[in-house]
């Protein structure tokens, strides 16, 4: 009785350790220095676990040519309950700039998770700030983890 039950107790951990690693296992995915990229969204999808904007901006290697992006954000409730945004915050057209971290593959994303910004470029308001923006890029092998984010300065 008492194996079964230690047996039971064992592979609730091992799930959750697993759920827990596939959710946080994005160490080594993105560039640790940050950048900052203008475009004009196309959507915002406040959708769980993190809500994502995506986004136009020009192509730096091709005159008149602009790049599908997306930027991954906290999750919705995070964004309703700390920022008070709707999914009218961010609205189709609007120009933004981001400061985040970029995938280590090239690819078009954008995490703003961790020393992160968002810029309204039309006002100069500041609509999404993690706790550690502005920081520099943890020293090699450290994690870069920031906790909450911090709601922006009014």
């Known amino acids: 009785m008492w194996k079964s039950v230690l047996f039971g107790v064992c592979l609730g951990f091992l799930v959750l350790a697993a759920t827990a690693r596939a959710h946080h296992g994005d160490a080594g995915r993105y560039?640790?220095?940050?950048?900052?990229?203008?475009?004009?969204?196309?959507?915002?999808?406040?959708?769980?676990?993190?809500?994502?904007?995506?986004?136009?901006?020009?192509?730096?290697?091709?005159?008149?040519?602009?790049?599908?992006?997306?930027?991954?954000?906290?999750?919705?409730?995070?964004?309703?309950?700390?920022?008070?945004?709707?999914?009218?915050?961010?609205?189709?057209?609007?120009?933004?700039?981001?400061?985040?971290?970029?995938?280590?593959?090239?690819?078009?994303y954008i995490n703003l998770t961790e020393r992160a910004n968002i810029v309204v470029l039309e006002t100069g308001k500041e609509i999404w700030r993690t706790g550690n923006y502005g920081q520099p890029a943890p020293p090699p092998g450290e994690s870069g983890t920031s906790g909450q984010p911090a709601p922006p300065a009014r």
């Open 31 to 108: 560039i640790e220095d940050v950048i900052t990229i203008t475009g004009s969204v196309v959507e915002l999808q406040m959708t769980n676990p993190h809500a994502h904007i995506v986004f136009d901006a020009p192509d730096p290697n091709a005159n008149d040519k602009v790049v599908r992006w997306q930027a991954e954000l906290g999750g919705p409730q995070q964004l309703i309950k700390n920022f008070g945004w709707s999914p009218s915050t961010v609205k189709p057209g609007m120009k933004i700039q981001l400061t985040g971290r970029r995938l280590k593959s090239g690819a078009p």
